[in-house]
């Protein structure tokens, strides 16, 4: 699996492994809410291309509750729209408010083209074992990735041991990755990795300690 991201929130297309037939395919929007009576959705974006994403005749693998009367099928784009500021979907076979109201917070993934290149974007086993680095100090490695319809995580296992601190994959936060020299680069606010720094500090401390 991996992720890709282009602006602060870094909820962008993101790249899901194995989802449908270990095809990457690409997380672009999810259904937040029914729009008026004819079936539309509003959508939260996931991509900067939603022209290019939501044309008419577009299929969607969704992602939905296994409880969901949707899990397992796809949905195709009739017509994509910008309503007072609003991007809006409008899908096959979904006519009415009701039907709409169905697919409230179903994510959309899309197939990625063989020959599509996205910027910004990494599979998850290119960021897993990078070295997280912090004020140019290795704090830790990325062991997972999480993924939420919000937004991704870095589940970051400490060089000093005890528990996961997850980190917010936003450029805000984690503004390089560097797969080719093994790293990334952390700008955390106060407080996240603080125990981290303070549990690093004690053993240089004791380490100096020790060698006096």
Same mark, same amino acid.
């Given at each position: ?122 599979? =998850?086993?290119?960021? +897993? ?5 912090? &004020? $140019? !100090?290795? *704090?830790?490695? /990325?062991?997972? %990735? ?5 937004? =991704?995580?870095?589940? +970051? ?5 005890? &528990? $996961? !601190?997850? *980190?917010?994959? /936003?450029?805000? %936060? ?9 790293? +990334? ?28």
């Amino acid at each position: 699996m991996g992720v890709e991201y282009a602006s602060m929130s870094r909820t962008t297309d993101v790249v899901a492994k194995d989802r449908n037939q270990g095809k990457n395919q690409l997380r672009v929007g999810r259904l937040v809410k029914a729009h008026g009576l004819k079936g539309a959705l509003k959508l939260e974006l996931y991509t900067d291309n939603p022209e290019r994403r939501f044309v008419p005749g577009a299929e969607f693998t969704l992602q939905v509750p296994e409880a969901s009367p949707w899990h397992g099928k796809t949905v195709v784009v009739r017509e994509y729209r910008v309503m007072n500021g609003n991007p809006v979907v409008f899908l096959k076979d979904v006519d009415d408010r009701e039907g709409a109201e169905s697919l409230v917070r179903a994510i959309l993934w899309i197939d990625q083209d063989d020959e599509e290149v996205e910027e910004n974007a990494w599979f =998850d086993h290119q960021l +897993v074992g990078l070295d997280v680095v912090r &004020d $140019d !100090v290795v *704090v830790g490695k /990325v062991a997972r %990735i999480e993924h939420f319809p919000a937004q =991704d995580l870095l589940i +970051v296992k400490p060089a000093s041991g005890g &528990d $996961d !601190v997850m *980190v917010p994959f /936003v450029e805000a %936060i984690v503004p390089l990755v560097d797969v080719k020299a093994g790293r +990334v680069i952390v700008t955390p606010p106060p407080g996240l990795f603080e125990d981290l720094s303070e549990a690093t500090d004690a053993d240089e401390s004791s380490d100096s300690d020790a060698s006096a």
